[in-house]
């Protein structure tokens, strides 16, 4: 029979994982059956090690002690700020998931840096960015395809550097520029709950048809000193490759991405100013899409009318549903359709409400696109775009953006169907056992192909562009958030990182799997997680804490291990694994049941459960003394 714990004992859990972890004593779990070393958990702590050893290398490759990234500086879509710091966007969140604090630290110093290089940098034809292409330490205007990308990195540092005031300061600084009057013309009109234009930021939206000019940037000579990503090769190729990209007047669901400055901000404040306007853009994007007929419209004029800035039509304008380009290189026909970027923000809003309207309406959507299939050549074909002729852009899968997440959102059976052939979800399902070490050996050769192609790299400052280094990052993080946390890779999203788990080492008080212990989620219900840990040192115990989804939105109601079962109530657990130990352990879960907060499990502060209380979330502390008092006491 399984060792039920009593009341008082589980009582006595709660109080401790709801208390400061500074003082905490007892363990909830104590892994003390040795375990044969996984070759997963081996392979997982050498990537997180060459990711470490790898950013080192490529940081002194391309950028300077100011941490500004050594290139030819320019404005635009093929190669602007965005790309620049594009270049570290992985590395928060491999410190969030134990990599080594190198990472950190050369992440903080490029993100000063770029900030400064790009606030210095100044175009000299394009109007927008002639007085500095940042402004107040963001983008003047531009496109949320490119706002994302650049945003990416810093959006992770709420995992790594809660506390750290310029963080925080920024956060909200950011977030402010889209709630009414953020900016002097302002990015976001409540009275009809759009964002104004597809180019916004900190100067506010751009209310005329942009040029090909404002998407390109300042003319260059390509010809034997650059090596452009996007095919052409010519400024005037460039030029000609956003021709047509005018047409940015009005709301796109791209704009949904800005969702997350207000996610981050709401959960490093508590300030309900940010969570209410998130739901509210939302909210009208849902009433778009069911005005719509279930399709989601990707052009809402100034007025708030579906399709007003693009004469009468939902799928007009640039990155639009009938959005498609020719390529002046080839001549041949690119479609351009970005509405997918909106997923986003119904993430966002699922994540601070539990509310499944926000899934469902997605899913919905694939739905009705994939009922317009039909049978071309002897072949079932499916949409993704749609025009003034109807649907096309035929494709023989199923369209099927979202449905990952869609399906992890949900965790319903008929959703996974949808991701069968995932090769995660196939082995979360018990299907494809040797996915664990096969990933991880593929992030190392990934890791190995990458730094030998940057050790060949021809390119000098003079001849290097800000999207150069991009095919040169030495990272591989999908296979790790998906083993250590059982979540989803936000890739260059600017999302938050969706999981059901987050691991934080107590001793050195930073987030992560502390050293030597590995972590590998084996399965995912909608009410429980499966998971293997192991301590991978013979020799010393460790310490970890365990919380139940990234920003502690799900709880714990109960864990089993061995023949051990311990019902309780808690965001957070303490584990201590002997040595050379190790342990599967089934976790029940109750989902998106708290407030998302970002902190640390020792500054001590809950936040309300859904729906949030009257008024702001308490703070955590704002500055970073008792990180750094944890590391002088033995921390690593």
Not at 451 to 463: G, K, Y
Not at 547 to 572: K, N, V
Request: aromatic share 10%; glycine share 10%.
């Amino acid at each position: 029979m399984k060792r039920i714990v009593t009341a008082v004992t589980a009582a006595l859990l709660i109080s401790t994982v709801r208390g400061s972890f500074a003082d905490a004593g007892t363990p909830d779990i104590v892994i003390d059956s040795p375990m044969v070393l996984p070759a997963w958990a081996l392979l997982q702590r050498a990537v997180l090690k060459a990711h470490g050893d790898a950013i080192e290398e490529f940081y002194e490759r391309y950028f300077d002690s100011r941490g500004f990234l050594k290139c030819v500086e320019r404005w635009g879509g093929d190669d602007g700020p965005d790309d620049a710091i594009e270049c570290c966007a992985d590395w928060t969140l491999l410190y969030a998931l134990g990599a080594d604090e190198r990472i950190l630290q050369r992440y903080l110093t490029a993100w000063s840096g770029h900030l400064q290089q790009y606030t210095q940098a100044r175009t000299v034809q394009v109007p927008l960015a002639r007085e500095g292409m940042y402004f107040r330490e963001f983008p003047v205007q531009f496109d949320w395809v490119h706002l994302g990308e650049g945003l990416t990195a810093f959006n992770m540092q709420g995992l790594c550097t809660p506390h750290d005031a310029d963080y925080r300061r920024r956060a909200l600084q950011f977030a402010d520029l889209y709630l009414p009057d953020g900016t002097p013309e302002p990015n976001y009109d409540p009275e009809h709950r759009i964002i104004r234009s597809l180019f916004n930021g900190s100067r506010g939206p751009l209310l005329r048809k942009a040029t090909a000019l404002d998407w390109a940037g300042d003319p260059i000579d390509v010809a034997g000193r650059f090596r452009l990503h996007h095919g052409e090769q010519s400024y005037e190729q460039m030029l000609e490759h956003f021709v047509d990209y005018t047409d940015i007047v009005g709301d796109h669901p791209q704009n949904l991405r800005a969702t997350s400055l207000a996610f981050h901000a709401y959960a490093l404040s508590g300030d309900r100013r940010y969570r209410d306007w998130l739901l509210e853009y939302v909210d009208a994007w849902m009433e778009r899409t069911r005005q719509n007929r279930g399709i989601i419209p990707t052009n809402i004029g100034l007025d708030g009318r579906i399709g007003s800035a693009a004469d009468g039509k939902w799928y007009g304008g640039v990155y639009g549903w009938g959005f498609t380009v020719r390529v002046p290189q080839t001549g041949r026909l690119a479609n351009r359709n970005t509405h997918h970027l909106g997923l986003v923000g119904f993430g966002n809003a699922l994540l601070l409400t539990g509310d499944f309207r926000y899934v469902d309406i997605w899913r919905d959507m694939i739905g009705i696109i994939n009922s317009q299939a039909r049978r071309i050549d002897g072949r079932m074909m499916y949409p993704s775009m749609y025009g003034d002729q109807g649907w096309y852009g035929w494709q023989p899968r199923p369209y099927a953006s979202g449905a990952l997440n869609i399906w992890y959102w949900s965790m319903r059976s008929d959703d996974r169907q949808a991701v069968s052939d995932n090769p995660w979800v196939r082995f979360l399902a018990g299907d494809n056992p040797s996915w664990p070490t096969q990933v991880l050996q593929q992030a190392l050769e990934t890791i190995r192909q990458r730094v030998q192609q940057m050790r060949e790299d021809p390119t000098t400052p003079d001849t290097r562009l800000a999207d150069d280094p991009l095919q040169y990052r030495p990272t591989s993080v999908e296979g790790l958030v998906q083993q250590i946390t059982g979540g989803l890779s936000p890739g260059t999203s600017s999302g938050p990182l969706h999981a059901r788990l987050r691991w934080f080492d107590p001793v050195a008080r930073r987030p992560g799997l502390p050293p030597d212990t590995a972590c590998l989620v084996t399965g995912l219900t909608d009410e429980t997680v499966s998971l293997t840990v192991v301590n991978t040192d013979p020799l010393h115990d460790r310490e970890l804490v365990m919380q139940m989804g990234t920003y502690g939105e799900h709880e714990c109601r109960e864990i089993t291990y061995g023949e051990t079962r311990l019902p309780m109530s808690a965001r957070m657990v303490t584990v201590r694994l002997k040595p050379g130990c190790g342990a599967d352990l089934t976790i029940r879960q109750k989902r998106y049941c708290h407030q998302p907060v970002l902190r640390f499990p020792w500054d001590g502060t809950v936040s309300p459960a859904h729906p949030a209380a009257t008024g702001p979330v308490p703070a955590a502390a704002t500055d970073g003394r008792a990180i750094t008092e944890g590391r002088r006491r033995g921390g690593q």
